[in-house]
């Protein structure tokens, strides 16, 4: 799963807000553990029952192909609209487990330059399905709508599918996680403070305060300044930290897109 690093980052996260609440709360740690690791793998958990129920809805529902004038129709795929100048190719061809049946390929583009392809494969039940199809391809090349070549075999053809991967997921997701942190502390360290409180930057800061982070601040921080500078310095450490993984998470994921994988044809959609 490409996302899985995103999910994971965003189970730790949520696990720092509780770990963070029940700080602020004077509870004890140990006991709200098995909260946090809940939140832990419940961004992970929706992922993967999000995953398998799709899989599971595309298993039973049929799918389906439509011929239009400017472009096909399909189902199960995740672009279902797609014009004819994108289409670069028909495959006729028997199923390997029921040569009695008939299994169409058609091979698309998804960017006009053509460089992505992907295919997506349907079986027709009858053979009067697969004539009817023959005869519209056929009609629509002569119209000149239809200039993809179409090819019928007579043995299954066979595809080397190639495991999805995408490049540089880890550092995004780590960029993702040092941007979150970040930000917040920036954009307190820079805020100035209300003009209600009366208050200067060089305010003091005292144990006698109410709230439990004051009362912690005070003890390493002697002044309002000192406290927003020390947040000013770590949310631009830790948003520094989030730009290089960013740019090295998209340079790792450039350098894997060379121009031989673009012309690798990827059958994600088959049946």
């Not at 419940?42 to 809805?57: D, F, I, M, Y």
Request: aromatic share 8%; net charge positive.
């Amino acid at each position: 799963m490409p996302m899985l690093p995103i999910t994971i980052v965003c189970g730790v996260t949520m696990a720092e807000i509780v770990a963070l609440m029940t700080w602020l709360s004077d509870r004890n740690l140990l006991a709200t553990l098995p909260v946090m690791a809940l939140a832990l793998i419940t961004p992970t958990a929706l992922l993967t029952g999000a995953l398998e129920l799709n899989l599971r809805l595309s298993h039973w529902t049929k799918r389906r192909l439509g011929l239009e004038t400017n472009r096909i129709r399909i189902t199960h795929a995740k672009y279902r609209n797609i014009p004819w100048k994108w289409i670069k190719g028909w495959l006729f061809e028997p199923l390997a487990e029921r040569t009695d049946l008939a299994k169409v390929t058609v091979e698309y583009a998804i960017d006009r330059k053509g460089k992505r392809k992907r295919a997506w494969s349907i079986v027709l039940a009858q053979p009067e399905q697969t004539h009817a199809l023959k005869s519209e391809l056929d009609h629509l090349r002569e119209r000149g709508i239809l200039d993809a070549p179409i090819v019928e075999l007579t043995e299954p053809a066979t595809f080397q599918q190639k495991p999805f991967r995408f490049r540089g997921m880890v550092q995004l997701a780590l960029a993702l996680y040092f941007f979150v942190h970040g930000f917040p502390l920036v954009a307190t360290g820079i805020s100035q403070p209300e003009k209600d409180r009366q208050l200067s930057s060089d305010s003091t800061i005292t144990e006698a305060q109410p709230r439990k982070p004051a009362r912690y601040m005070a003890r390493y921080f002697s002044s309002e300044k000192e406290v927003r500078q020390f947040f000013l310095v770590t949310g631009a450490a830790l948003t520094g930290l989030g730009a290089l993984f960013y740019i090295w998470g998209i340079a790792t994921a450039c350098k894997g897109r060379n121009p031989a994988q673009n012309n690798v044809t990827s059958k994600d959609d088959t049946l």
